[in-house]
């Protein structure tokens, strides 16, 4: 249509342009997809020719394909898996490196030269270039000590097994000391483990002189300070680590000796004091006798698990999809972490028990094995892999009294969980039933949850606190008095007492937390020449809670009735806190009442439990715990006296709301009946960023309307404040009254407005404003905005009679915005209204995710509504996680959602009501491969929409979504790394704050006539007056008040309509005082003179030639003309202008 | 940026390729920049409507956004008196609007770069403005005519967008009014129509498509498309479905060269996701 009108002109003004034109156009629809596309290859239906399709299949392809069909959800499952597989483990050259090094560190080894024997305290043999790797204390032990080559030197561990995996490859050497530096007394005191160490340490202090090692450090074996172990990387590579292990001669002790209820540390010796204690009666020791025992079977072990692994050819990718599932969840270091060799003990476990069978592929044993976890709880039924255990062997009982989890190994002395805490390994097993849960759900992809999404624990919990200062934790062994437990944990006064303070926890958030983790603590590395760092060294200890939304906010804790005898242990809990109360029920019982008024202030009760346990049984002030649960909630705070996140404005509006609708439903006299009213607001369903808050008007700020008496702007004041007006749409019944003519329907539209106003007025005296396309309505401080809607209107605007008089139907952008206005947005508001009222939290996540996007300048690139869709895929499809629980983690979850979601070859299927099935997915993921060019970038189905993504059709454009994937990405990177490390600058609006200098012009704004400014991400100290006043609320009548005036919005589109396709422009709709202007790349190439592209161009005539550029000082003059009284300066970059 | 031919001949109408007058326009007297507005006669082959006669009307581009109709009106009264402006969004021939509508029911206008066609009532006026000097430029704002922009404009559209509801109803009234008076007209025309169809005094019967009273076929798209689907579908329903053995081969054909087929995509997707690296688990 547009063309044709062109072509009367052009024939008028000149004609050899004519060509140009028709081209033009065209060759840029052309260049612009592909230009979208170009660097990363993207998926194109696959076109077999008719002969592949068709010819003979052989058995064995047959075969294959019936697999792929019967075993997983489809043959992409598995071939993944085997990508991964390839991934991950070890190619022939890195093991061939390994191998070679292996062979110089062995030879090296066997030449270690002896020693003159010494007492084990005397360290004057060491040179000052090594130190021993062990913390004394107590400082003197019994016992003399002499260096020697070693007995042997093995491999251990998961290389020889060949489960070895990248990255963080690790090669286990066992060095065993020669019989001859040991005395089978050694178990006692510690006197092995210094010995042990002693020996590492004279090990290092020849390899120092060795310049086939590289670097050379000590660490821990799983953080254990007792285990000492020697890291060695070859000189030219740094891809892999040996690991050396001192242990002594197989069977040198007797394994009978390391009972769980025997004691090895003598309190005497522990404490120095005299005591009158028998050996009898001395504390077991378990935690000790186990890292002692654990040196004792490393060779029995892979023994054990070769011979398991060579019955079952897949038991080596089991291992290895295990161990990543493991790493995934940050499972797989650090003390009491459930790691690779545990995995392959696992597997050996389920493989002699026949729960598996050795012909499985690597997928079932994952599978399989993650249904073991998450069906068996070891901290009550221990497993066992010893098949006979001789008589000395301890009882599956005994393990159980002397540990919090049981996994016994094959020789039945060892458990191999010894430091294992129940809360880990519920976090296992959790994490193990949430796997399978989602595994056989085939609308998730399964493989990327289970085995590609890392879960940190920051976007894993809900709340996560931290212990800052360990040190106190010395006092709370004191308060709860730990002394021989201490002992058991040779004096890491961590460990000792994190299994106390977990229960402690646990029971004092009872039914408010799903689930209570913790961080594991990496282990140590120090390098050879320093001492071994002590135990407050390690990084703070980090708590991770996934909360119960329904409980966690509660402000009560009622306990048992006051006479009961549970009261008095009720009452141990929560000391001073504990009072008796009497209940409407008539019930007096014991209870506890937090404080909170709002919302987001009960969030946070879990943190006054918290402090408040932890100070009382502990002694660990307020101030060592560092709670990370709303820090970020600070930007959508309002509220002058009680500080709310919007939960409560929310619920007033969506009131007020209620109660119209209730009095149009009501009204009488209308020609047609209602049949529905909806809000099509996101005020109506939690999502405002800053809901509406009732507001009494002052007068005398305003100037008055000659005609109807309404408030308007005063010239020379401040802008007054914004009144947004809430959409609400009012469906009329059909009837064969309603004409058949679009512009007939309007004006009948206009009719019902007038006539509900009237009706309004006269029934509820609330002052109303009725307009062609809308009614005003003034109510308690609020302004509704209703619009009256007939179901057939975007029938009628899509029909249209051709020249052959034939009815047409065709679609036009008029019908559908209609459509979205009057069906889609309240279907969607209603929807996620109902999402609300599952998830107490969604509603605060938006906000949060809509003022990010507002302040990075993003807001008109991802819509609102998209904005809102995309928080609700977080709740809908959690996997791998559970459904944010705080507005926090929510956030977190976004911004990983928006940068790691592979946009370009993926819908995002937000299953809204689950009313999708798995067909339903299929239907969307072919539609949407099948014509993915033709599509938006950011493609988000609905049950509703399941073909063109109406949502996000307009914007996202390709270059804004890879910056908003980019900004989204490194705002994760520095919240994250905020929120988990309390010695960053603690300011969280960093991540609010857009980098401004990539734009070419920056227009200032006067901050008095932005009418949101109290909304900026730093509020400015002063504000000015817009004309409202304190004091309750009148519910109807008063002054029209200004409604939807926003010069800064009016401005933006002024400036669009005027300069859209020479520029984009940017503003953050709540209280930016700075416009930024990006020039179009393609706005400055010269282009020749055509009289469609002329706007705010200026000529250049090089003979017959006519070529217009943009007449970029006018632009600039207009900048400030059009914004008269809004704009304070333009600051033009000239600087970085490259044209 | 302005065109080089400019500087040698200042006083002088620039006149670019094309046939084009430039003319410079400024906001106010003292602005630093200028736009450049182009003019030229009104010509095009066929203009059919009588409102913008060819002589007469002078077609200019490039208008700032805050020029209106009434600026416009007042910055070329200079060449002569104005009988007339239309401002649009795009050069195009003159469109006949339905119904006159009251300004409350028009559609918002885009507030862009306008096009204007400015009939004069002489057609001397014409070459006047193509030969205004290129170096006076017009200016909008002066202090006798003040144009108001920014903050102030938008109080005043503000300000007038109220409308009584009473008067709102008039209008609404008048034009449902005009409206059912145009139905009542075309039924009646129609009406007519189906009077000639009948039988004239000869016995003759002018025989016409949609006769009146006659269960003609629904003269609709979707109509013509339900027609075509029904007939479709009685074909499929004669169809006989794995009966012979040659029909049963195929489908088991069939169903292989599926898989195959979903092999081959998910094969394919692997290798692109293995380009992107996306098998890397850290």
């Given at each position: 249509?547009?063309?044709?009108?062109?072509?009367?002109?052009?024939?008028?003004?000149?004609?050899?342009?004519e060509?140009?034109?028709?081209?033009?156009?065209?060759?840029?629809k052309?260049s612009k997809?592909?230009?979208?596309?170009?660097?990363?290859p993207?998926?194109?239906?696959?076109?077999l020719?008719?002969?592949?399709l068709?010819?003979p299949p052989?058995?064995?392809?047959l075969?294959?394909?019936?697999?792929?069909e019967?075993l997983?959800?489809?043959?992409?499952?598995?071939?993944?898996m085997?990508e991964?597989l390839?991934?991950?483990?070890?190619s022939?050259?890195?093991?061939?490196q390994?191998?070679?090094?292996?062979?110089?560190?062995?030879?090296?080894?066997?030449?270690?030269?002896?020693?003159p024997?010494?007492?084990?305290?005397?360290?004057?043999?060491?040179?000052?270039?090594?130190?021993?790797?062990?913390?004394?204390?107590?400082?003197?032990?019994?016992g003399?000590?002499?260096?020697?080559?070693p007995?042997s030197?093995?491999?251990?561990?998961?290389?020889?097994l060949?489960?070895?995996?990248?990255?963080?490859?690790?090669?286990?050497?066992?060095?065993?000391?020669?019989?001859?530096?040991?005395?089978?007394?050694?178990?006692?005191?510690?006197?092995?483990?210094?010995?042990?160490?002693?020996?590492?340490?004279?090990?290092?202090?020849?390899?120092?002189?060795?310049s086939?090692?590289?670097?050379?450090?000590y660490?821990?074996?799983?953080?254990?300070?007792l285990?000492?172990?020697?890291?060695?990387?070859?000189p030219?590579?740094?891809?892999f680590?040996?690991?050396?292990?001192?242990?002594?001669?197989?069977?040198?002790?007797?394994?009978?000796?390391?009972h769980?209820?025997?004691?090895?540390?003598?309190t005497?010796?522990?404490?120095?004091?005299?005591t009158?204690?028998?050996?009898s009666?001395e504390?077991?020791?378990?935690?000790?006798?186990?890292?002692?025992?654990g040196?004792?079977?490393p060779?029995a072990?892979?023994?054990?698990l070769?011979?398991?692994?060579?019955?079952?050819?897949?038991?080596a990718?089991?291992?290895?999809l295990?161990?990543?599932?493991?790493?995934?969840r940050e499972?797989?270091?650090?003390?009491?972490c459930?790691?690779?060799?545990?995995?392959?003990?696992?597997?050996?476990?389920?493989?002699?028990?026949?729960?598996i069978?050795?012909?499985?592929t690597?997928?079932?044993?994952?599978?399989?094995?993650?249904?073991?976890?998450?069906?068996?709880?070891?901290?009550?039924?221990?497993?066992?892999?010893?098949?006979?255990?001789?008589?000395?062997?301890?009882?599956?009982?005994?393990?159980?009294?002397?540990f919090?989890?049981?996994?016994i190994?094959?020789?039945?002395?060892?458990?191999?969980?010894?430091d294992?805490?129940?809360?880990?390994?519920k976090?296992?097993?959790?994490?193990?039933?949430?796997?399978m849960?989602?595994?056989?759900?085939p609308?998730?992809?399964?493989f990327?949850?289970?085995?590609?999404?890392?879960?940190?624990?920051i976007?894993?919990?809900?709340?996560v606190?931290?212990?800052?200062?360990?040190?106190?934790l010395?006092?709370?062994?004191?308060k709860?008095?730990?002394?021989?437990e201490?002992?058991?944990?040779?004096?890491?006064?961590?460990?000792?007492v994190?299994?106390?303070?977990?229960s402690?926890?646990?029971?004092?958030?009872?039914?408010?937390i799903h689930l209570?983790t913790?961080?594991?603590t990496?282990?140590?590395?120090?390098s050879v020449?320093?001492?071994a760092?002590?135990?407050?060294a390690?990084?703070?200890l980090s708590?991770g809670?996934?909360?119960?939304?329904?409980l966690?906010?509660?402000?009560?804790?009622?306990?048992p009735?006051?006479?009961?005898?549970?009261?008095a242990?009720?009452?141990?809990?929560?000391?001073?806190?504990?009072e008796?109360?009497?209940?409407?029920?008539?019930?007096?019982?014991e209870?506890?009442?937090?404080?909170?008024?709002?919302?987001?202030?009960?969030r946070?009760v879990?943190?006054?439990?918290i402090?408040?346990l932890?100070?009382?049984h502990?002694?660990?002030?307020?101030?060592?715990?560092r709670?990370?649960?709303?820090?970020?909630?600070?930007?959508?705070?309002?509220?002058s006296?009680?500080?709310?996140?919007g939960?409560?404005?929310s619920?007033?509006?969506?009131?007020?709301y209620?109660?119209?609708?209730?009095?149009?439903?009501?009204?009488?006299?209308?020609?047609l009946?209602?049949?529905?009213?909806?809000?099509?607001?996101?005020?109506l369903?939690?999502t405002?960023?800053?809901?509406?808050?009732?507001?009494?008007?002052?007068?005398?700020?305003?100037?008055?309307?000659?005609?109807?008496?309404?408030?308007?702007?005063?010239?020379?004041?401040?802008?007054?404040a914004?009144?947004?007006?809430?959409?609400?749409?009012?469906?009329?019944?059909?009837?064969?009254?309603w004409?058949?003519d679009?512009l007939?329907?309007r004006?009948i539209?206009?009719?019902?407005?007038?006539?509900?106003?009237?009706?309004?007025?006269?029934d509820?005296?609330?002052?109303?404003?009725?307009?062609?396309t809308?009614?005003?309505?003034?109510?308690g401080?609020?302004v509704f905005?209703?619009?009256?809607?007939?179901?057939r209107?975007?029938?009628?605007?899509?029909?249209?009679?051709?020249?052959?008089g034939?009815?047409?139907?065709?679609?036009?952008?008029?019908?559908?915005a209609?459509?979205?206005?009057?069906?889609h947005?309240?279907?969607?508001?209603?929807?996620?209204?109902?999402?609300?009222?599952?998830?107490p939290?969604?509603?605060?996540?938006?906000r949060?995710?809509?003022?990010w996007?507002?302040?990075?300048?993003?807001s008109?690139?991802?819509t609102e509504?998209?904005?809102?869709?995309?928080?609700?895929?977080?709740?809908?499809q959690?996997?791998?996680?559970t459904?944010?629980?705080?507005?926090?983690?929510?956030f977190?979850r976004?911004?990983?959602?928006?940068?790691s979601?592979?946009?370009?070859n993926?819908?995002?299927?937000?299953n809204?009501?689950?009313?999708?099935?798995?067909?339903?997915?299929t239907?969307?993921?072919?539609d949407?491969?099948?014509?993915r060019?033709?599509?938006p970038v950011?493609?988000?189905?609905t049950?509703?929409?399941?073909?063109?993504?109406m949502?996000?059709?307009?914007?996202?454009?390709?270059?804004?979504l890879?910056?908003?994937?980019?900004?989204?990405?490194e705002?994760?990177?520095?919240?994250?790394?905020?929120?988990?490390?309390g010695?960053?600058?603690?300011?969280?609006?960093?991540?609010?704050?857009p980098?401004?200098?990539?734009?070419?012009?920056?227009?200032?704004?006067?901050?008095k006539?932005?009418?949101?400014?109290?909304?900026a991400?730093?509020?400015?100290?002063?504000?000015?007056?817009?004309?409202?006043?304190?004091?309750s609320?009148?519910?109807?009548?008063g002054?029209?008040?200004?409604?939807?005036?926003?010069?800064?919005?009016l401005?933006l589109?002024e400036?669009?309509?005027?300069?859209?396709?020479?520029?984009?422009?940017?503003c953050?709709?709540?209280?930016?005082?700075?416009?930024?202007?990006?020039?179009?790349?393609?706005?400055?190439?010269?282009?020749p003179?055509?009289?469609?592209?002329?706007?705010?161009?200026?000529?250049?005539?090089?003979?017959?030639?006519v070529?217009?550029?943009?007449?970029?000082?006018?632009?600039?003059?207009?900048?400030r003309?059009?914004?008269?009284?809004?704009?304070?300066?333009?600051?033009a970059r000239?600087?970085?202008?490259?044209? | 940026?302005?065109?080089?031919?400019?500087?040698?001949?200042s006083?002088?109408p620039?006149i670019?390729?094309?046939?084009?007058?430039?003319?410079?326009l400024?906001?106010s007297?003292?602005?630093?920049?200028?736009?450049?507005?182009?003019?030229?006669?009104?010509r095009?082959?066929?203009?059919k409507?009588s409102?913008?006669?060819?002589d007469?009307?002078?077609?200019?581009?490039?208008?700032p956004p805050?020029?209106?109709?009434?600026v416009?009106?007042?910055?070329?009264?200079?060449?002569?008196?104005?009988?007339?402006?239309?401002?649009?969004d795009?050069?195009?021939?003159?469109?006949?609007?339905?119904?006159?509508?009251s300004?409350?029911?028009?559609p918002?206008?885009?507030?862009?770069?306008?096009?204007?066609?400015?009939?004069?009532?002489?057609s001397?006026?014409?070459?006047?403005a193509?030969?205004?000097?290129?170096?006076v430029?017009l200016?909008?704002?002066t202090?006798?005519r003040?144009?108001?922009?920014?903050?102030?404009?938008?109080?005043?559209?503000?300000?007038?967008?109220f409308?009584?509801?009473?008067?709102?109803q008039?209008?609404?009234?008048?034009f449902?009014?005009?409206?059912?008076?145009?139905?009542?007209e075309?039924?009646?025309?129609?009406k007519?129509?189906a009077?000639?169809?009948?039988?004239?005094?000869e016995?003759?019967v002018?025989?016409t498509?949609?006769?009146?009273?006659?269960?003609?076929r629904?003269?609709?798209?979707?109509?013509n498309?339900?027609?075509?689907?029904?007939?479709?579908?009685?074909?499929?329903?004669?169809?006989?479905?794995n009966?012979?053995?040659?029909?049963?081969?195929?489908?088991?054909?069939?169903?292989?060269?599926?898989?195959?087929?979903?092999?081959?995509?998910?094969?394919?997707?692997?290798?692109?996701?293995?380009?992107?690296?996306k098998?890397?688990?850290?």
């Open positions: 249509m547009k063309k044709k009108l062109t072509v009367a002109e052009m024939i008028a003004s000149d004609s050899s342009h060509e140009e034109e028709d081209e033009a156009p065209l060759k840029a052309r997809p592909g230009e979208a596309e170009e660097g990363e993207v998926c194109r239906p696959v076109k020719s008719r002969n592949d068709y010819r052989t058995v064995e392809e075969n294959q394909l019936k697999e792929a019967s997983f959800h489809c043959s992409l499952l598995k071939m993944q085997e991964l390839k991934e991950v483990t070890l022939e050259r890195r093991k061939q390994i191998d070679s090094f292996i062979q110089t560190v062995t030879t090296l080894l066997q030449a270690v030269p002896d020693s024997e010494v007492e084990v305290s005397d360290l004057s043999w060491l040179s000052s270039a090594v130190k021993i790797p062990f913390l004394p204390v107590p400082k003197t032990t019994k003399k000590f002499h260096m020697a080559p007995a030197v093995d491999l251990i561990g998961s290389y020889p060949g489960t070895c995996s990248k990255p963080r490859i690790m090669v286990d050497l066992a060095v065993t000391i020669p019989a001859d530096v040991l005395h089978p007394k050694d178990a006692v005191n510690q006197r092995y483990p210094r010995k042990r160490a002693l020996y590492l340490a004279g090990l290092a202090q020849y390899l120092t002189s060795s086939d090692i590289g670097t050379m450090r660490s821990c074996l799983h953080g254990n300070r285990r000492p172990v020697l890291l060695l990387t070859p030219d590579t740094s891809s680590t040996v690991r050396v292990h001192a242990c002594p001669p197989p069977g040198f002790f007797k394994p009978s000796r390391f769980p209820q025997r004691n090895n540390i003598r005497e010796w522990y404490t120095g004091l005299q009158s204690q028998s050996e009666s504390p077991p020791t378990p935690h000790y006798n186990s890292s002692v025992l040196d004792l079977l060779r072990h892979l023994q054990f070769s011979a398991v692994s060579s019955q079952c050819p897949a038991f990718d089991g291992v290895a295990l161990k990543v599932w493991l790493r995934q499972l797989d270091q650090g003390t009491g459930f790691n690779g060799f545990l995995a392959s003990m696992l597997l050996a476990y389920l493989l002699t028990t026949h729960r069978s050795n012909t499985m690597a997928y079932q044993l994952l599978r399989n094995s993650l249904n073991f976890l998450a069906s068996t709880d070891l901290t009550v039924n221990g497993i066992s892999l010893a098949k006979d255990p001789d008589s000395t062997a301890p009882s599956l009982a005994e393990f159980h009294n002397g919090q989890v049981v996994f190994d094959p020789s039945g002395h060892l458990n191999m969980c010894a294992m805490t129940a809360c880990t390994y976090q296992l097993q959790h994490e193990a039933s949430v796997s849960q989602f595994w056989d759900n609308t998730v992809d399964g990327h949850s289970l085995l590609m999404t890392p879960k940190p624990m976007r894993t919990s809900d709340h606190f931290q212990l800052c200062e360990l040190v106190k010395q006092s709370s062994c004191k709860l008095n730990l002394l021989s201490l002992m058991d944990h040779s004096g890491n006064y961590v460990h000792t994190l299994p106390f303070l977990l402690l926890l646990q029971r004092g958030l009872g039914q408010r209570l913790h961080s594991l990496p282990d140590p590395e120090w020449d320093s001492e760092p002590k135990h407050k390690q990084p703070p708590f809670l996934l909360l119960r939304p329904e966690a906010a509660s402000v009560l804790e009622r306990g009735p006051a006479d009961s005898p549970k009261a242990e009720f009452r141990q809990l929560w000391g001073p806190r504990s008796l109360r009497r209940f409407q029920d008539g019930a007096i019982t209870a506890v009442l937090w404080d909170g008024e709002s919302m987001c202030q009960k946070l879990p943190k006054q439990i402090a408040h932890l100070q009382l502990a002694d660990i002030p307020e101030s060592c715990v709670y990370v649960g709303a820090m970020v909630d600070d930007v959508i705070k309002t509220g006296e009680v500080s709310s996140t939960e409560e404005e619920l007033l509006v969506v009131q007020s209620d109660d119209l609708s209730r009095k149009l439903w009501r009204l009488e006299g209308l020609p009946s209602i049949t529905a009213v909806q809000g099509a607001h996101p005020a369903r939690y405002q960023v800053f809901p509406p808050l009732p507001l009494k008007l002052d007068y005398s700020f305003f100037e008055r309307e000659k005609i109807s008496r309404s408030l308007v702007p005063k010239e020379g004041k401040p802008c007054p914004y009144i947004t007006p809430i959409t609400v749409i009012c469906h009329m019944e059909g009837s064969g009254k004409p058949h679009r007939a329907i004006h539209r206009t009719a019902f407005h007038i006539r509900l106003g009237e009706l309004l007025k006269n509820h005296n609330y002052t109303c404003r009725p307009c062609p809308h009614l005003d309505v003034w109510k401080g609020l905005r209703i619009q009256v809607a007939y179901h209107e975007p029938q009628v605007l899509r029909e249209s009679v051709n020249a052959e034939l009815l047409v139907v065709r679609d036009n952008e008029e019908a559908q209609l459509e979205m206005a009057t069906i947005k309240p279907l969607l508001t209603s929807t996620l209204h109902g999402l609300q009222q599952e998830h939290c969604f509603g605060a996540v938006c949060l995710v809509k003022r996007l507002a302040a990075q300048l993003f008109d690139d991802i509504d998209s904005a809102d869709l995309l928080v609700a895929s977080l709740f809908l959690p996997a791998p996680f459904p944010p629980g705080s507005p926090q983690v929510g977190l976004f911004l990983h959602l928006l940068s979601f592979d946009w370009r993926n819908p995002l299927v937000v809204l009501n689950n009313q999708l099935t798995a067909a339903d997915y239907e969307i993921k072919n949407f491969m099948a014509s060019e033709s599509l950011m493609f988000i189905a049950p509703k929409d399941k073909k063109v993504s949502w996000t059709k307009r914007a996202p454009s390709v270059q804004m890879q910056r908003v994937v980019m900004v989204a990405a705002s994760l990177k520095v919240l994250e790394h905020q929120l988990m490390d010695s960053q600058i603690q300011d969280v609006r960093v991540v609010m704050r980098p401004l200098d990539v734009y070419d012009v920056l227009i200032h704004l006067n901050p006539q932005v009418p949101l400014l109290s909304q991400v730093d509020p400015p100290a002063v504000n000015f007056s817009r004309g409202v006043t304190t004091g609320v009148a519910q109807s009548g002054a029209l008040p200004v409604i939807d005036y926003n010069p800064v919005s401005y589109t400036l669009r309509e005027a300069f859209g396709d020479l520029a984009l422009f940017f953050d709709p709540y209280g930016g005082t700075v416009i930024a202007v990006l020039w179009k790349p393609k706005a400055f190439i010269s282009m003179f055509k009289t469609s592209q002329v706007s705010a161009r200026s000529v250049e005539v090089t003979g017959e030639e070529k217009t550029v943009p007449n970029v000082e006018a632009i600039l003059e207009d900048f003309i059009m914004g008269e009284g809004l704009v304070k300066s333009v600051e000239t600087e970085k202008w490259s044209f | 940026m302005a065109p080089a031919k400019k500087k040698h001949a006083s002088q620039c670019i390729p094309g046939g084009f007058t430039v003319l410079s400024q906001f007297p003292d602005s630093a920049a200028q736009h450049k507005v182009y003019v030229k006669e009104h095009v082959r066929a203009e409507s409102h913008r006669p060819l007469r009307t002078l077609f200019v581009l490039n208008i805050y020029c209106s109709e009434a416009v009106r007042e910055l070329f009264s200079q060449f002569g008196s104005v009988q007339s402006v239309e401002l649009r795009h050069p195009g021939s003159f469109q006949e609007s339905g119904p006159k509508l300004k409350f029911f028009r918002a206008e885009k507030k862009g770069f306008k096009v204007g066609y400015i009939v004069f009532h002489g001397s006026s014409l070459t006047a193509k030969s205004h000097p290129h170096n430029p200016v909008v704002c202090e006798q003040p144009v108001r922009t920014g903050v102030q404009k938008w109080i005043q559209q503000y300000t007038e967008s409308i009584q509801s009473d008067k709102l008039q209008i609404v009234d008048s449902m009014k005009d409206y059912d008076k145009r139905k009542e075309e039924a009646e025309r129609q007519k129509e009077e000639q169809q009948q039988e004239d005094e016995g003759w002018k025989v498509r949609g006769h009146k009273g006659t269960k003609a629904p003269h609709s798209e979707a109509a498309q339900r027609t075509l689907q029904k007939e479709m579908r009685k074909k499929k329903r004669k169809e006989l479905m009966f012979y053995t040659w029909q049963h081969r195929n489908t088991q054909k069939e169903h292989i060269a599926e898989l195959r087929k979903k092999f081959e995509e998910d094969k394919q997707r692997i290798a692109l996701l293995r380009a992107q690296r098998f890397r688990p850290y």
